[in-house]
């Protein structure tokens, strides 16, 4: 059974920084794209940062590029988002996605097959 539990959110002040955690059980973890998504109350699921299999590759949303970073550690099965210099914007339940195709990295929600639960992140201002 395919798994994806994410860790790490929760409330921190403007300009401060948290960093979330994915760990995935149940496929092999190598061969998948990774991605982060979120979705704040009353907006559509969003594209944050996406990862290549390897970590060869890397791409972010506008609206994060230069704060957010987006890793992977395949030994352990784990894939990364640091946040620095957040914003109350960025609040939102964050979610992490796999994407098992071949080919590139994706930004389509509809291209990741496996998704966590989710992981609140609120900032105050």
């Known amino acids: 059974q395919v798994q994806l539990v994410e860790s790490g959110g929760g409330l921190v002040q403007a300009g401060g920084s948290l960093r979330l955690s994915c760990a995935a059980s149940?496929?092999?973890?190598?061969?998948?794209?990774m991605g982060w998504f979120r979705q704040a109350p009353g907006m559509e699921r969003e594209f944050v940062a996406g990862?290549?299999?390897?970590?060869?590759?890397?791409g972010y949303a506008d609206s994060v590029k230069g704060r957010f970073t987006i890793s992977r550690d395949n030994a352990k099965n784990t894939v990364y988002l640091q946040m620095n210099s957040l914003k109350p914007e960025d609040t939102a339940v964050y979610y992490c996605?796999?994407?098992?195709?071949?080919?590139?990295?994706?930004?389509?929600?509809?291209?990741?097959?496996?998704w966590g639960q989710g992981t609140q992140v609120t900032v105050s201002s």
């Open positions: 149940g496929l092999t973890f190598s061969p998948l794209h």
């Open positions: 990862i290549s299999r390897y970590g060869s590759m890397t």
């Open positions: 996605a796999a994407d098992a195709r071949p080919g590139a990295t994706s930004k389509r929600r509809s291209d990741y097959a496996y």
